[in-house]
């Protein structure tokens, strides 16, 4: 195969010529509509869940600094993807950005990348999802059984994928003992993703209407956390803001900067999710308008919210409190006030099915986009002759997020997620500088600011974020890209819709 394939690239008149002549979607999507569903995919696990357990394992107080450090980060990707949302406004996001720019085999890799990333952001939502479902139970009375509470522990999954890797041929450096616990699966986990899957297969615009509506219930949920919150908040819990750095018996060390930095890490995950409302333009109705402001928005929102939930968590309680899987709930029990966290249980469960929609709808465009630009079979891209959706990528997403959020542990999850993500944005941010220096001229609708500082500022900080990821993930990232390669050039580089005819 030539070079010149896998730098073949569709040009960006020929894509903005394209976007008044496709039909396979119906524009349904207004301003705010868009901006829930960024919202929607922002807020969610990340300050029900991860804020609380990053303070406890990895930041203490300083989780508030991890979010910003992250949301710089995210806020300068944002910027890049709102130029491009306003340039381009066709499904497929960050995919459909990088055919554009850096060519065709680059575009897979983005693609390929993001499918995985966000099937893998539903699996992590879901597992958070069903700790407060079960929150809920357990102040009904109900109990599910042990075996169904749970996905597995971290160590059993370590060591079923040390198993694996031995069938290939390479041995751990560390291997971990055989696990003593029974099987488990994330019952609930699992079938929130099947739920989900089935309402993104009927209308577009009846599951905005909904994810608009449980958007509106998430994000009082989450005032009220702050505004009650706010009145038991003891400055004492905050000192030391930044705690001293430890190691455990292992020599893994927890706290310092070093914890602020890999708390950023982990975090980061909850300060993107704008990116999924890109995946939706040829369903908006004023896409060059109204994708860069849905993108800045729901960015700007959910940032303020995040840092505001962070202190007033670790103001009201120790921050070594908060590492359960419903820390938010768990810590306005132990201030005596259980109807509050209650309350926040019943929103969380309710607001973080719209973080489901959003990375679902996401995956399934992408994958819809791969399909229709011929590398994927053609199969996935023909959407449902009544509901006008992609319905066949959204139900295969169902049940593989539905396996994955059943099986696995969040923590291992989440580090696999921000991975692909950051490497997204790094192309993004990269892609948004060749695109200005090859076509000044091409008319924008949304320009990046100072886009010679933020596009390399925001390349930078992925790249530290990266960095404060463990060595597995990156084992696990590169086993993924490689099936990848294999699949685009046995497969994609053949069928590509840009093949001369009757090649």
């Known amino acids: 195969m030539s070079l010149a394939r896998f730098l073949r ?27 829930a569903i960024g919202i929607g995919g ?82 992590v939502v879901a597992i958070g999802w069903s700790g407060y479902v079960q929150v809920l139970l357990a102040s009904a009375g109900v109990h599910l059984p042990e075996w169904a509470q749970k996905s597995m522990s971290a160590d059993t999954m370590t060591w079923y ?14 291997p971990v003992a055989a696990p003593t616990e029974h099987h488990r699966f994330n019952v609930i986990a699992a079938a929130i993703c ?96 109204d994708l860069p402001r849905a993108v800045m928005l729901s960015l700007l929102v959910a940032m303020v919210l995040y840092i505001a939930v962070s202190l007033v968590l670790t103001g009201i309680v120790p921050y070594s409190h908060l590492s359960g899987d419903a820390s938010v709930s768990d810590a306005f029990n132990a201030i005596g006030l259980p109807w509050i966290g209650n309350v926040i249980a019943a929103a969380a469960v309710i607001g973080v099915i719209s973080v489901l929609f959003a990375f679902m709808l996401g995956a399934a465009r992408i994958w819809f986009a791969l399909s229709r630009d011929g590398l994927l079979p053609a199969w996935f891209s023909r959407v449902h002759p009544r509901f006008g959706t992609p319905a066949r990528p959204t139900m295969i997403l169902g049940v ?12 291992e999850v989440a580090e696999l997620v921000n991975i692909g993500t950051l490497s997204a944005f790094i192309l993004i941010c990269a892609s948004v500088l060749v695109l200005r220096k090859r076509k000044p001229d091409l008319e924008r609708k ?32 590169a086993i993924w890209m490689v099936i990848g390669l294999v699949v685009y050039f046995a497969y994609g580089a053949r069928h590509s819709k840009l093949n001369p005819p009757g090649e």
């Open 9 to 35: 690239h569709k040009s960006v008149e020929q894509l903005q010529a394209e976007v008044g002549q496709r039909r396979d979607f119906r524009r349904v999507l207004g301003l705010w509509q868009l901006t």
């Open 42 to 123: 922002i807020i969610g696990v990340g300050i029900f869940v991860l804020a609380g357990q990053q303070a406890a394992m990895n930041a203490g107080p300083a989780v508030a600094l991890s979010f910003i450090i992250a949301g710089l980060g995210s806020a300068c990707a944002a910027l890049c993807y709102a130029e491009f949302a306003g340039l381009i406004p066709v499904t497929g996001s960050a995919y459909t950005y990088g055919y554009a720019v850096l060519g065709e085999g680059t575009a897979w890799i983005i693609g390929w990348d993001l499918l995985l990333e966000y099937a893998l952001v539903v699996a």
């Open 161 to 174: 994928w040390q198993q694996f890797l031995g069938t290939v041929g390479i041995q751990p450096a560390h």
């Open 194 to 289: 099947l739920l989900v899957a089935v309402m993104l297969s009927v209308r577009t615009e009846w599951g905005a209407r909904l994810n608009t509506f449980i958007v509106a219930i998430k994000v009082i949920g989450v005032a009220l956390v702050i505004g009650v919150g706010a009145f038991y908040i003891d400055v004492s819990n905050w000192h030391p803001f930044i705690p001293e750095r430890v190691f455990d018996d292992k020599g893994v060390g927890r706290f310092g900067w070093q914890g602020v930095l890999t708390g950023a890490s982990v975090v980061f995950f909850a300060v993107f999710g704008y990116d999924t409302l890109t995946t939706a333009a040829e369903e908006a109705k004023n896409p060059q308008r």
């Open 400 to 411: 593989f997020t539905a396996l994955v959020a059943g099986l696995l542990p969040i923590g």
């Open 446 to 477: 949304f320009r990046t600011p100072f886009v010679w500082f933020t596009a390399p500022l925001g390349i930078l900080f992925s790249l530290a974020l990266i960095a404060g990821l463990p060595w597995i993930t990156f084992e696990r990232f």
